[in-house]
DNA sequence: ATCGTAGGCGCC
DNA sequence: AAAGGGCGCCTACGAT
């Protein structure tokens, strides 16, 4: 089930799969004006060696070492994958040693110190600072400034500031340290006998950071007329003037405030609308839209109200001022990448990249003489819910095109209800059309079930759960996602749904990630790049000659990244895509 | 003035 | 009894 050619978790570039990690780990640090440090690991024949550079001969050293050693290149963070790029470097795949630490311990926190602290048992609340910031933090004074390690086994916290200086030698010191925390990771991650994947786990992730790296600098290829005017629609021209701005915003409020009494309500201050609301005899707990939308026969006030809303959304978030900020002279929209969040692992990106408004994508045009491939993973959660959990039944399920088809069948239930049902169990919902057909699924699929319900539980009692890629999900007793002011009760059913959600959804996320740089590495020959991760949606830009190869490139990368994700262990889940060849993203119907 | 929080909404 | 989760981003507001 492997694609012949480079592998793009084992190997470097042009490598094949039976030379992985033959180089060992090569650690690497660089610095834009101190240059590059290459720490070559020690052999039977050799003592380990240091190799330190300016950054103009980065590119010739790696190329080097990489064809002599088929290494595995280490560093602490994604800031060497984003010097890489700037540099024009492209490599296959890295050990990313805080993306790695994300992954064994859950959040986000990853600095150096923490990592460090964390892996030598360390207590991470006695990390200590450069100045002191309160009474109980250690603060810094003497010491040996050369010695990246102290005394007291944590790292020399003046090598971490932004103006540390740096030089060779201590770049070479930090790529060695860097080493040191990723063979750690690697015994932490081979003692988790129960999620026998965490190590590939690691090793997508860290490619992951690679492709973060990558898509910020590349950009999404974004029409800027097409998306003004698209912007224009909805708000009118672009303002010429602060005050016409001013002039426009109280056009659009007295739209809405002409349908209420005389007097004064702000918009934009919800308990203010509800008092509007109230005045033309509306009651509702909340303003949401979804609420107001579920009145039957509203008043003209709501009805102006959601417009206003959708205007007023277009005006602050996706408006002029989102493209002059974002969108670059050369038509790329950018932001910054992670390649996880600090929850179920999912990765985020900002300038309004993940929530980009559906009425907006068609400004996302291929440029001219390219095409996008546009590919989404179909009904990806139950799909992988069959997987992880070992549910045979379910996995049978997967086998179809369509699975919610077989459910409905085995559950009595139409289509639409046994839906419902399924996602109300991923997420939680145990109440309303679904709770029915929930009963139902329980007894047809118990084994997958079962697990959905231990992570509820765990959840519930503040137990930390891991996905089965081996992602730490935190429950953090003090700080429940959902908090409300409901009561501990309340807290923890809301913890509930988060273990439930979250080893699904952290699940789908792992499989995401490798099956996104699986595709990053077997498109690139073919000009292909990514230009667009959405959770279950991949976005490749590339020539229009090639559009049709890569489509099913999507396809074949698809199952090797299952075959991958699973290690072997897919329990015969079947995953599908939709893959289509466009010109503009909103082309293709999800 | 600066910060965190809450309501709200966009996407998955 | 009833209850999806995640993220980023905007505004208003209260606390520091």
Same mark, same amino acid.
């Given at each position: 089930?492997?694609?012949?050619?480079?592998?793009?978790?084992?190997?470097?570039?042009?490598?094949?799969?039976?030379?992985?990690?033959?180089?060992?780990?090569?650690?690497?640090?660089?610095?834009?004006?101190? +240059?590059?440090?290459?720490?070559?690991?020690?052999?039977?024949?050799?003592?380990?060696?240091?190799?330190?550079?300016?950054?103009?001969?980065?590119?010739?050293?790696?190329?080097?070492?990489?064809?002599?050693?088929?290494?595995?290149?280490?560093?602490?963070?994604?800031?060497?994958?984003?010097?890489?790029?700037?540099?024009?470097?492209?490599?296959?795949?890295?050990?990313?040693?805080?993306?790695?630490?994300?992954?064994?311990?859950?959040?986000?926190?990853?600095?150096?110190?923490?990592?460090?602290?964390?892996?030598?048992?360390?207590?991470?609340?006695?990390?200590?600072?450069?100045?002191?910031?309160?009474?109980?933090?250690?603060?810094?004074?003497?010491?040996?400034?050369?010695?990246?390690?102290?005394?007291?086994?944590?790292?020399?916290?003046?090598?971490?500031?932004?103006?540390?200086?740096?030089?060779?030698?201590?770049?070479?010191?930090?790529?060695?340290?860097?080493?040191?925390?990723?063979?750690?990771?690697?015994?932490?991650?081979? !003692?988790?006998?129960?999620?026998?994947?965490?190590?590939?786990?690691?090793?997508?992730?860290?490619?992951?950071?690679?492709?973060?790296?990558?898509?910020?600098?590349? +950009?999404?290829?974004?029409?800027?007329?097409?998306?003004?005017?698209?912007?224009?629609?909805?708000?009118?021209?672009?303002?010429?003037?602060?005050?016409?701005?001013?002039?426009?915003?109280?056009?659009?409020?007295?739209?809405?405030?002409?349908?209420?009494?005389?007097?004064?309500?702000?918009?934009?201050?919800?308990?203010?609308?509800?008092?509007?609301?109230?005045?033309? +005899?509306?009651?509702?707990?909340?303003?949401?839209?979804?609420?107001?939308?579920?009145?039957?026969?509203?008043?003209?006030?709501?009805?102006?109200?959601?417009?206003?809303?959708?205007?007023?959304?277009?005006?602050?978030?996706?408006?002029?001022?989102?493209?002059?900020?974002?969108?670059?002279?050369?038509?790329?929209?950018?932001?910054?990448?992670?390649?996880?969040?600090?929850?179920?692992?999912?990765?985020?990106?900002?300038? @309004? =990249?993940?929530?980009?408004?559906?009425?907006?994508?068609?400004?996302?045009?291929?440029?001219?003489?390219?095409?996008?491939?546009?590919?989404?993973?179909?009904?990806?959660?139950?799909?992988?819910?069959?997987?992880?959990?070992?549910?045979?039944?379910?996995?049978?399920?997967?086998?179809?095109?369509?699975?919610?088809?077989?459910?409905?069948?085995? =559950?009595?239930?139409?289509?639409?209800?046994?839906?419902?049902?399924?996602?109300?169990?991923?997420?939680?919902?145990?109440? @309303?059309?679904?709770?029915?057909?929930?009963?139902?699924?329980?007894?047809?699929?118990?084994?997958?079930?079962?697990?959905?319900?231990?992570?509820?539980?765990?959840?519930?009692?503040?137990?930390?759960?891991?996905?089965?890629?081996?992602?730490?999900?935190?429950?953090?007793?003090?700080?429940?996602?959902?908090?409300?002011?409901?009561?501990?009760?309340?807290?923890?059913?809301?913890?509930?749904?988060?273990?439930?959600?979250?080893?699904?959804?952290?699940?789908?996320?792992?499989?995401?990630?490798?099956?996104?740089?699986?595709?990053?590495?077997?498109? !690139?020959?073919?000009?292909?790049?990514?230009?667009?991760?959405?959770?279950?949606?991949?976005?490749?830009?590339?020539?229009?000659?090639?559009?049709?190869?890569?489509?099913?490139?999507?396809?074949?990368?698809?199952?090797?990244? !299952?075959?991958?994700?699973?290690?072997?262990?897919?329990?015969?889940?079947?995953?599908?895509?939709?893959?289509?060849?466009?010109?503009?993203?909103?082309?293709?119907?999800?």
């Amino acid at each position: 089930m492997v694609t012949p050619g480079i592998d793009p978790l084992d190997s470097i570039r042009g490598a094949d799969v039976g030379r992985s990690g033959r180089g060992g780990l090569v650690g690497l640090a660089i610095d834009s004006t101190a +240059g590059f440090a290459v720490v070559l690991p020690a052999t039977e024949t050799t003592s380990g060696s240091t190799i330190t550079g300016p950054i103009d001969d980065l590119a010739e050293a790696l190329a080097q070492l990489d064809d002599a050693l088929a290494p595995r290149w280490v560093w602490w963070s994604i800031d060497t994958a984003a010097a890489l790029v700037h540099a024009g470097i492209t490599l296959t795949t890295c050990w990313d040693v805080a993306t790695v630490q994300r992954l064994i311990t859950g959040g986000w926190r990853a600095d150096p110190a923490r990592v460090w602290a964390q892996l030598h048992g360390l207590a991470t609340e006695m990390i200590p600072t450069a100045g002191r910031i309160d009474l109980f933090t250690p603060a810094v004074t003497g010491g040996d400034l050369e010695e990246p390690v102290r005394p007291d086994g944590h790292l020399t916290p003046q090598w971490l500031a932004d103006d540390w200086s740096w030089t060779p030698t201590r770049l070479g010191r930090w790529a060695a340290l860097a080493v040191e925390a990723a063979s750690l990771q690697i015994v932490a991650l081979n !003692a988790l006998a129960e999620r026998p994947m965490a190590p590939t786990t690691a090793r997508s992730e860290s490619a992951a950071e690679l492709l973060c790296a990558e898509l910020r600098k590349e +950009g999404l290829p974004m029409n800027r007329a097409a998306a003004e005017q698209i912007i224009a629609e909805f708000i009118g021209a672009r303002p010429r003037s602060d005050g016409e701005a001013e002039r426009q915003r109280t056009l659009r409020d007295a739209d809405v405030l002409r349908h209420g009494p005389i007097g004064q309500f702000d918009l934009r201050n919800p308990s203010q609308v509800k008092s509007l609301l109230r005045s033309v +005899g509306v009651e509702v707990p909340d303003t949401r839209a979804w609420r107001l939308e579920a009145l039957h026969d509203p008043h003209p006030l709501v009805i102006a109200l959601l417009a206003w809303r959708r205007a007023e959304r277009v005006a602050t978030t996706f408006g002029y001022d989102w493209l002059d900020e974002h969108l670059g002279t050369d038509g790329r929209l950018r932001g910054t990448w992670s390649g996880c969040d600090g929850a179920a692992g999912r990765m985020t990106a900002t300038a @309004g =990249l993940h929530n980009m408004p559906t009425h907006m994508r068609p400004a996302v045009i291929a440029e001219p003489g390219f095409v996008f491939v546009r590919a989404d993973l179909g009904q990806i959660e139950p799909r992988v819910l069959a997987a992880v959990s070992g549910d045979t039944a379910l996995a049978r399920a997967a086998a179809e095109d369509d699975m919610y088809a077989p459910v409905s069948t085995q =559950l009595g239930v139409d289509r639409a209800t046994a839906k419902v049902a399924v996602l109300g169990a991923m997420y939680g919902q145990t109440s @309303g059309h679904g709770a029915q057909a929930l009963r139902g699924l329980e007894s047809s699929y118990p084994v997958a079930m079962s697990y959905l319900a231990d992570a509820d539980l765990a959840g519930q009692a503040g137990r930390d759960l891991r996905t089965y890629g081996g992602r730490l999900v935190r429950m953090d007793l003090t700080q429940a996602a959902g908090l409300d002011d409901r009561g501990t009760r309340s807290r923890a059913a809301a913890r509930g749904r988060y273990g439930r959600n979250a080893l699904v959804q952290g699940a789908a996320a792992e499989l995401f990630k490798m099956w996104a740089v699986i595709v990053r590495t077997r498109a !690139a020959p073919f000009g292909g790049r990514i230009v667009l991760c959405l959770h279950d949606e991949l976005l490749v830009h590339v020539p229009a000659e090639h559009g049709g190869q890569v489509a099913d490139l999507l396809d074949t990368c698809l199952a090797e990244a !299952a075959h991958r994700w699973a290690g072997g262990r897919a329990n015969g889940v079947r995953f599908i895509a939709d893959i289509a060849v466009i010109r503009r993203w909103s082309d293709a119907k999800p």
